[in-house]
């Protein structure tokens, strides 16, 4: 225990956190430095991005969802309020390897919500608590240090930990995802085997972002937990 406590709470816990940093900003660079090679790699096809998100959606029976072009780089998103696949400025007209990776990904998205998809189910019903805590939770908690109010450090602590279990969700959804559309995009040959390969490695660095991110917080979670707990002996 005593490790532990050194390892993420102690006299270690600064370097593991800058450590879990440093290690998100490495796979925010990778994911940003691999979209932009295969962007640059056309496809045989010649498929645009927007055409091929037409395609997968359609063939999943989604044709009430719709497909607009969105501002930016790295932007592209599902809403399912609106029924939008939205694609980035450098996703929506490119017949690109990468953009028609990243567009099938959030084709994917889509298609989770019309199947009913349990994990986006859940990570859904938590974004009204998380919206909240996610603003809340570092401002409760400077409170509860400051008076050393330990009942309200506990509720800050709890307010992160929603925002950690979130992200936690988040994983399998975004994997998910991903496999959805790798499968799609080869098994309907919209896509050579070589640009497959091309769009799983795409993918795949986007998806170490989110892995990232999770582990980053839940570093930090288990910080704030071993040193609340420290504070009451």
Request: hydrophobic share 50%; net charge positive.
């Amino acid at each position: 225990m005593s490790l532990i406590y050194d390892v993420f709470a102690g006299r270690w816990s600064g370097l593991v956190l800058i450590g879990m940093v440093i290690f998100s900003l490495i796979c925010q660079i990778r994911v940003k430095s691999t979209f932009a090679e295969y962007n640059r790699v056309r496809t045989v096809s010649g498929a645009t991005a927007d055409m091929v998100a037409r395609q997968i959606l359609d063939m999943n029976g989604l044709y009430n969802v719709q497909i607009m072009r969105v501002p930016g780089s790295l932007t592209d998103h599902y809403d399912p309020r609106s029924n939008i696949v939205a694609l980035s400025d450098s996703t929506y007209g490119n017949a690109t390897v990468g953009a028609i990776g990243v567009a099938a990904h959030e084709c994917g998205h889509a298609i989770q919500y019309a199947r009913g998809y349990t994990p986006i189910k859940i990570r859904q019903s938590l974004y009204p608590a998380v919206n909240f805590c996610s603003g809340a939770w570092f401002w409760v908690l400077a409170i509860g240090i400051f008076f050393e109010w330990f009942f309200i450090i506990e509720v800050g602590i709890a307010f992160y930990t929603i925002v950690v279990i979130f992200q936690l969700v988040t994983l399998p959804v975004e994997f998910d995802a991903s496999n959805r559309a790798i499968k799609t995009l080869g098994d309907n040959m919209i896509l050579t085997g070589e640009e497959l390969a091309g769009a799983k490695k795409t993918l795949g660095a986007a998806a170490m972002t989110y892995v990232a991110s999770f582990l980053t917080s839940f570093v930090q979670l288990l910080r704030l937990v071993l040193r609340a707990s420290s504070r009451r002996r």
